[in-house]
């Protein structure tokens, strides 16, 4: 089968066994053994030779290469299509998410703000020689001194993020 393959192959392809021979450096003789089947080409030869023929391995080997059919090619089309719709709504669904995250993240900081605006930092008040009272208002302290030098980047953040993220019509 391989013989008749070379043989079909490089004779559709209008060479001579000479000039497939020249392409191969091989000589003459080797091409016509092959294609009377008196001799195979080994593994790296047979990798140059369908090479040189342009086509795959396994065509020469003798397997069959069936053209798709214009049904086969609308039906591909139409998968095609279904995914891009798909990854389109993911895309679609995965943008509003982030638009509400940043929405709700604004939310919260602008909340926590009002929140520690209100209680008007009553930890100042405190008196701070009890150990369990002096832990808590450090720790009081601590959140707001870092929520008010953080929560303006964040906020600022958040809104650029809500501008690119909003629907684009």
């Not at 998968?79 to 993240?105: G, P, V, Y």
């Not at 009553?122 to 601590?142: Q, R, S």
Request: glycine share 4%.
């Amino acid at each position: 089968m391989l013989n008749e393959n070379i043989k079909a192959i490089r004779k559709s392809r209008g060479l001579s066994q000479e000039e497939l021979a020249i392409k191969l450096n091989v000589v003459r003789q080797t091409i016509s053994k092959w294609e009377q089947g008196l001799s195979v080409p080994d593994s790296d030869m047979l990798i140059s030779l369908s090479e040189s023929l342009e086509i795959p391995v396994s065509t020469l080997l003798g397997e069959t290469v069936i053209e798709p059919k214009v049904n086969d090619l609308k039906a591909i089309s139409e998968k095609l299509e279904i995914i891009n719709l798909q990854l389109a709504q993911r895309k679609t669904a995965r943008r509003k998410m982030l638009h509400w995250l940043f929405i709700s993240l604004c939310t919260v900081i602008v909340m926590i703000f009002a929140f520690l605006i209100v209680l008007n930092s009553p930890y100042l008040g405190w008196d701070y020689h009890d150990p369990e009272t002096a832990v808590v208002g450090v720790t009081f302290h601590a959140f707001e001194w870092l929520f008010f030098r953080l929560a303006p980047i964040i906020l600022i953040g958040a809104i650029t993020g809500i501008c690119l993220t909003r629907k684009k019509e």
